[in-house]
């Protein structure tokens, strides 16, 4: 069992948002301003999409945004694009010791 | 351009060792963190340890702790990771990643390598 919740799959046509939640605690989302995520197309490494909530990393389409409430952070992608058809896993830094918990991962399906 | 480029991936028996290396180039080595990060075979991403730029903050996940060792050699723009007491469970795809903050973990990977596979079986 992963430490940080997401929805196991979404889907959207394209032109639509979508929303992925990811629910921990406070002492990981909730606690920190640490929350990432990333996107994970089949047979490739993660790509860094959100981090520090709701930064974009240079060249990620503004389409992509990051909010945090409470103790649950969420992914927004509006104008869903087929390209946007991927993994999505989120991230957060956390007070343990392990400093680092990721969501089980949300599967995208772009209609 | 960044690079990590994983190595020493392979098959081995459960209970045996296993040494992974992480060769970086293109940034400046010494001034970041950097992780280890794996994933199962169709499954998701797993935090596996990671160490600041100096060595002087080290963290493991629970299920590798007292098995596995991260360590860094900054001459060499290397990072290692040194697997001990294999279970089945440790089989994945092994990632090396870029912490994106300067100096300390953050636990934002800017940068990843393509993997190395560690398959635990007898």
């Known amino acids: 069992q992963s430490a940080l919740t997401q929805p196991a799959s979404v889907s959207g046509s394209p032109g639509q948002s979508i929303t992925i939640s990811c629910t921990g605690t406070?002492?990981?989302?909730?606690?920190?301003?640490?929350v990432s995520w990333y996107q994970q197309h089949p047979g490739k490494a993660p790509k860094l999409m959100i981090y520090?909530?709701?930064n974009r990393p240079s060249g990620v389409p503004d389409r992509f945004s990051g909010s945090k409430s409470g103790n649950t952070a969420s992914l927004t992608i509006s104008g869903l694009q087929a390209e946007d058809e991927a993994d999505y896993y989120c991230?957060?830094?956390?007070?343990?010791?392990?400093?680092?918990?990721f969501g089980g991962g949300t599967k995208l399906t772009v209609l | 351009e960044v690079q990590l480029v994983e190595s020493g991936g392979g098959l081995v028996q459960p209970g045996r060792s296993l040494r992974l290396s992480c060769a970086a180039s293109?940034?400046?080595?010494?001034?970041?963190?950097m992780h280890w990060v794996r994933q199962a075979p169709g499954k998701g991403l797993e935090w596996v340890s990671g160490?600041?730029?100096?060595?002087?903050?080290?963290g493991y996940a629970d299920s590798v702790k007292g098995r596995f060792t991260i360590s860094r050699d900054n001459a060499k723009n290397s990072l290692y990771l040194q697997m001990n007491s294999l279970r089945a469970e440790d089989t994945a795809l092994y990632y090396c990643?870029?912490?994106?903050?300067?100096?300390?973990?953050?636990?934002?990977?800017?940068?990843w390598g393509q993997g190395t596979l560690v398959t635990v079986s007898s």
């Open positions: 990643a870029k912490d994106k903050d300067y100096g300390g973990i953050s636990g934002y990977f800017d940068y």
């Open positions: 293109g940034f400046t080595f010494d001034d970041y963190a």
């Open positions: 160490i600041s730029w100096n060595s002087g903050s080290i």
């Open positions: 406070s002492s990981d989302v909730g606690g920190y301003n640490y």
């Open positions: 520090e909530v709701s």
């Open positions: 991230s957060s830094y956390t007070s343990s010791s392990t400093h680092v918990v």
